[in-house]
């Protein structure tokens, strides 16, 4: 679902992809590729979210206040990136938490339910776990672009096949 609020239309490049079941509200743009799946929430209300081209935020994920995701970044099912900046092609596992001013950089994953704290910056290609997380190890040559290549062959999928049925 697309809302405005407060005058402000979410801007949904056409080969986006958006999930009926998803929540989209105000300040949002997502660009070229990109995908929201179902029951995640992108609430613009206080301040701007740009989910970059080829990005996807899974199912039941929370993106709020100055979210930024770059190109091919994948946040998974049930993580939460609230006005923190993910880098190109960075993971975001799922039930992860990503606070106020954080960074996770290029190629980094942030492994499933660790919480990155506010103002932590994790370098790129690197493994981040825990709460708080830390980084535990380089990850050499992270192959975390598959994930969002996955993601944008099956929202053409979904865009080809799905139907809702009442």
């Not at 993106?63 to 930024?68: C, I, N, S, T």
């Not at 040559?141 to 865009?159: G, I, S």
């Amino acid at each position: 679902m697309l809302r405005s609020f407060e005058g402000t239309t979410p801007s949904v490049a056409e080969s986006a992809y958006v999930d009926p079941a998803a929540v989209v509200v105000g300040n949002v743009v997502l660009e070229a590729e990109a995908s929201v799946w179902p029951n995640a929430t992108l609430r613009g209300d206080n301040g701007r979210i740009v989910v970059g081209e080829g990005a996807n935020v899974q199912d039941n994920a929370v993106l709020h206040e100055d979210a930024v995701l770059e190109p091919s970044v994948t946040v998974g099912h049930s993580a939460i990136v609230h006005a923190a900046t993910v880098a190109e092609e960075a993971l975001v596992g799922m039930n992860a938490v990503v606070l106020d001013d954080a960074h996770i950089g290029e190629r980094a994953v942030v492994a499933a339910g660790s919480v990155v704290t506010e103002g932590t910056e994790i370098p790129p290609e690197t493994l981040a776990v825990g709460a708080p997380a830390s980084v535990k190890t380089d990850l050499e040559d992270p192959d975390t672009a598959v994930a969002a290549k996955h993601y944008r062959e099956l929202a053409t999928r979904y865009e080809e096949s799905s139907e809702r049925i009442e």
